[in-house]
């Protein structure tokens, strides 16, 4: 399989390559030069395997020769051997909706699924390849805390997390922060999660810096991530054995719901996806009226989608304008200052497969309240807001994406519900552990002699 850029489908790219640069150098998003839709007897055949085989058949189509299938059905067995359920995921009923259960891994969050299978895919590369790579990545919380868990104590790898100081739920935090292994940096950014994911970039695009620590990214744009998720868009709606379903999913970064549109251009006959965001509605307003202009980030019950511009968007656009690198490029820089309207046409064509609505802090505490009181289910924040969605829009066949614990965020459900979830066994200790990380200044250079200062 080879990948192109969104900003210029000339230069053609292995998977190797995206894997590790996550962000193309002209500052595109990494795209497979074609996607091939599964016939039905392919898809047939695909309905009777386990998540750990469906997994390895949907992912091998992307990783063309940097592994062997069987190879990374290793990896995918591995991966997914510590999480709670044998199935990786789990269908849960609430009321008409069905609700995909995907934070059963390690650090309670959907991220796991895709980040347990990247921090294996490193160590698969690095076995024939002798240098120590540095992961540097951004986090308004759960990916922080996925990769961590994902890269801790391989060799050759260090991992340095970026969070906002003070701004992500205690929990979320601990989690982070309480890893013992010596190639695990926390960085406690004086900002918010834009100015942490601006570090980065900032150091990135820094070539002669990102070169010199053999710097690499773990971020939602990495496109290992897209494809590890859409497994369970295909695996829900093989278990439920019912074409045309729809999928309601909070986002952030739209990666999440990007899988969902890569399964259905694969084959799989989902009707809508709902984009469900919090107050930071820059998608609800861009799907339901063109308006892509962001805004100041405000600071909500659900850290996790506290995102103004959503990187994955730019596939969608690039899909959008038939695949025009001129014309994605070209938005992109609209994207830039801040002016983008999205035209009537390519609305159109957007609102095809995309639904979108928006819950505020009051809608999300009220869910939260009412399928507690009603059905004696504790829903995370994130969550509650996939389900507020698929309410609003009436839809009745409908699987919410549940993408975190509740127990994550205790401080939503504790002003909604007076309760908080506990945390699972295995997880208790981070509360009473000792955390380490590191307060830095909202500002690159000392980011970067930071990380200097610690691999060098
Ligand atoms: C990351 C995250 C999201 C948003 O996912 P995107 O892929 O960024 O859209 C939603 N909920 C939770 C709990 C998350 O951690």
């Not at 020769?65 to 995918?76: C, M, Q, R, Y």
């Not at 069905?98 to 699924?113: C, N, Q, R, V, W």
């Not at 701004?167 to 190639?183: D, F, L, P």
């Not at 970067?448 to 691999?455: L, P, V, Y």
């Amino acid at each position: 399989m080879e990948y192109i850029s969104t900003r210029n489908n000339n230069k053609k790219f292995s998977f190797s390559e995206v894997f590790l640069k996550g962000l193309a150098d002209d500052g595109g998003l990494f795209i497979p030069l074609s996607i091939k839709k599964f016939d039905e007897s392919k898809m047939n055949s695909l309905k009777k395997l386990s998540y750990i085989d469906l997994a390895t058949e949907i992912i091998y189509l992307y990783t063309g020769d940097f592994l062997s299938k069987k190879e990374l059905n290793e990896i995918v067995k591995k991966s997914y051997s510590n999480f709670r359920e044998k199935d990786v995921v789990k269908i849960v009923e609430l009321n008409q909706f069905k609700i995909l259960e995907l934070f059963h891994g390690p650090t309670l969050a959907f991220k796991d699924i895709a980040m347990q299978l990247i921090g294996n895919m490193y160590e698969h590369f690095l076995k024939s390849n002798y240098r120590t790579i540095n992961i540097v990545v951004a986090t308004s919380g759960d990916t922080g805390a996925a990769a961590i868990d994902a890269i801790k104590g391989k060799s050759n790898l260090n991992i340095f997390v970026l969070h906002p100081n003070n701004r992500i739920s205690s929990v979320q935090r601990k989690i982070m922060t309480t890893v013992e292994e010596k190639n695990v940096f926390n960085i406690a950014i004086d900002g918010n999660f834009d100015d942490c994911q601006n570090i980065v970039k900032q150091m990135f695009s820094d070539l002669e810096f990102s070169k010199s620590i053999n710097m690499s990214g773990v971020n939602s744009i990495n496109w290992a991530r897209i494809v590890a998720q859409a497994v369970y868009y295909f695996y829900a709606q093989f278990k439920l054995d019912k074409d045309n379903i729809s999928f309601s999913v909070p986002t952030g970064n739209f990666g999440d719901v990007f899988a969902g549109y890569l399964a259905k251009k694969m084959g799989l006959p989902i009707d809508k996806l709902i984009v469900a965001t919090n107050e930071n509605d820059i998608l609800y307003r861009a799907i339901t009226k063109g308006e892509y202009i962001s805004k100041e980030v405000r600071e909500t019950l659900s850290p996790s989608m506290d995102i103004q511009l959503a990187s994955n968007f730019e596939r969608l656009i690039y899909y959008v304008n038939n695949s025009s690198s001129e014309k994605t490029a070209e938005i992109m820089k609209k994207v830039k200052q801040n002016s983008y309207q999205i035209e009537k046409k390519d609305l159109d064509i957007i609102k095809k497969d995309f639904l979108s609505e928006s819950c505020n802090e009051k809608e999300t505490l009220e869910i939260i309240k009412k399928n507690y009181k009603e059905n004696d289910m504790v829903l995370d924040p994130h969550t509650a807001i996939g389900v507020g969605a698929a309410q609003k829009l009436s839809l009745n066949d409908c699987v919410v994406l549940s993408t975190a614990h509740p127990c994550k965020f205790p401080d939503a459900t504790n002003n909604a519900i007076n309760k908080h979830e506990k945390l699972p066994e295995e997880l208790q200790h981070v509360l009473n552990k000792n955390e380490n990380f590191q307060i830095l200044e909202n500002n690159t250079d000392e980011v970067k002699k930071f990380i200097k200062s610690k691999i060098l």
